[in-house]
T-cell receptor, first 117, second 112 residues
Framework: GAVVSQHPSWVICKSGTSVKIECRSL??????MFWYRQFPKQSLMLMAT?????????EQGVEKDKFLINHASLTLSTLTVTSAHPEDSSFYIC?????????????FGQGTRLTVV | GENVEQHPSTLSVQEGDSAVIKCTYS??????FPWYKQELGKGPQLIID?????GEKKDQRIAVTLNKTAKHFSLHITETQPEDSAVYFC???????????FGKGTTLSVSS
């Protein structure tokens, strides 16, 4: 199957700093990628839809100025958590779909564990 | 919008037994229903999926059934093994390439 790679797999940062997470589709081009957040023992909640060459679409309750998304190429989307606080500590996961209209299968990255201290 | 309910939240079985996880969805326009397995600290891995034009799909020990009228779908794992222990998520979406709406997950524990 298609491969989606996330980097880093884990990061620890100090409160008030910013952290960038990368999501790459390794063997296909993705005009759209999705960012999810998962708190411990909870489900994946969609944060935003990353659109190549245009602004991201954020879900209700997700601060666009705090979670900056850049989808500058067809294989890379980045999520930057700005001015991170301990409550931002979570597991962040991206996904992408290979560009076949009949195929809705989503491939997920391995996730990034963010810990803000 | 779509809402996906998943039950049970935890499920413990003996090795060799069957496990069934059930999900319901609210949006009748949803037409794609994948199941994901997530191991601790990892991203979800697709284990099986079904589209709305099919009522049942099987892949070795794993099967999924879909009842469009009742808007529910189920995951069946037969002959469970300890390595099946993980968190399983159902999801739904109504359009190709759009984001998935996930259920809350089921923690499956298979004891030997």
């Amino acid at each position: 199957g298609a491969v989606v790679s996330q980097h880093p797999s884990w990061v620890i940062c100090k409160s008030g700093t910013s952290v960038k997470i990368e999501c790459r589709s390794l063997d296909f081009q993705a005009t759209t990628m999705f960012w999810y957040r998962q708190f411990p023992k909870q489900s994946l909640m969609l944060m935003a839809t990353s659109n190549e060459g245009s602004k991201a679409t954020y879900e209700q309750g997700v601060e666009k100025d705090k979670f900056l998304i850049n989808h500058a190429s067809l294989t890379l989307s980045t999520l930057t958590v700005t001015s991170a606080h301990p409550e931002d500590s979570s597991f962040y996961i991206c996904s992408a779909h290979p560009p076949r209209a009949e195929n809705t299968e989503a491939f997920f990255g391995q996730g990034t564990r963010l810990t803000v201290v | 919008g779509e809402n996906v309910e998943q039950h049970p939240s935890t499920l413990s079985v003996q090795e060799g037994d069957s496990a069934v996880i059930k999900c319901t969805y609210s949006d009748s326009a949803s037409n794609y229903f994948p199941w994901y397995k997530q191991e601790l600290g990892k991203g979800p891995q697709l284990i099986i999926d079904i589209r709305s034009n099919v009522g049942e799909k099987k892949d070795q020990r794993i099967a999924v059934t879909l009842n469009k009228t009742a808007k529910h779908f189920s995951l069946h794992i037969t002959e469970t093994q300890p390595e099946d222990s993980a968190v399983y998520f159902c999801a739904a979406t109504k359009q190709a390439g759009t984001a998935l709406i996930f259920g809350k997950g089921t923690t499956l524990s298979v004891s030997s």
